[in-house]
């Protein structure tokens, strides 16, 4: 498979472009970036094409990686499933419900394949917790704290991110909770949430299908030595935790190239495609909603 990455930015250069030049079973096709120099500098580090034009990328590969802010990522999605090309993506798939159920419906009229990247799915050992806990069941709460220090840490690459200082942790750590919470738990019948604490720090409490509650802490401007990340849950099996994952991001994406390989060839969704983002980013828009009226 052929695949092309749009984006030049932090996350495309340490992730994206390592995991695709790295992997035996793809060809690393070429770059596209909104700033063309940047596009050509990313190139050259993995003696690969710089295009200037999208859709050029578009007619060389049969699938691209996207490393770009979310609403850009969901308008080049829907351009480029509509030219048949699958899709990894990254999270959050979209920033409004709209431009989800955009991506979604392209996916599905092309008949596409489609990842998104939530790293901890993509992660063995708490991968293998996730599916345990789903198994098991019987859950009567959970409980994550996903504390970021995007905002408070010298030198972060992220901290000038633009979509990140405008939706803040609900939408950049927000998700990788839900990834977590929502294939053992259930959908979500009712959302609540509220923006008490420093900073951007939100509460995002669910009543799921399953009758289990859940609350989520998540924040980009946790003090360093605070940031991390847990999940607990606790039910009739007693009291369990996500455990730590022992890799780093890039063999994680590898595995999500791979499961986009997968689901291309057997045509079987994968659990973490499009629809499933979508399902996150609605709950994510139906919080922010509640952020911005004031009422929880």
Known sequence: ???????????????????????????????????????QELATMHGVRAYDDVDALLADVDAVAVALPPAVQADLAVRAARAGRHLLLDKPLAPTGAQGRAVVEAVEAAGV??????????????????????????WFTGRAQWLGAVFTSDGSPFAASPWRQDKGALWDVGPHALSVLLPVLGEP????????????????????????????????????????????????????????????????????????????????????????????TRILAAAETLLHSGTH
């Open 189 to 280: 019948r009712r959302v609540t949430a509220a923006a008490y604490g420093p900073g951007d720090t939100v509460h995002l409490v669910l009543d799921h299908t399953s009758g289990a509650s859940s609350s989520s802490t998540l924040s980009l401007t946790a003090p360093p030595a605070a940031a991390g990340a847990t999940v607990e849950l606790r039910g009739e099996a007693g009291v369990t935790v996500l455990p730590e994952a022992t890799e780093d991001a890039v063999p994680a994406l590898g595995r999500a190239v791979d499961a986009l390989l997968t689901a291309a060839g057997t045509g079987t969704p994968h659990p973490c495609d499009a629809a499933f983002a979508f399902q996150v």
């Open 113 to 138: 394949a489609s990842v998104v990247f939530f790293t901890t799915r993509f992660q063995p050992e708490p991968q293998a917790w996730i599916e345990e806990q789903a198994r098991v069941g019987g």
């Open 1 to 39: 498979m052929r695949i092309g990455l749009l984006g030049t930015g932090p996350w495309a250069r340490a992730a994206h472009a390592p995991a695709l030049s790295g992997h035996p079973d793809v060809d690393f096709a070429g770059v596209w970036g909104r700033r063309p120099e940047a596009a």
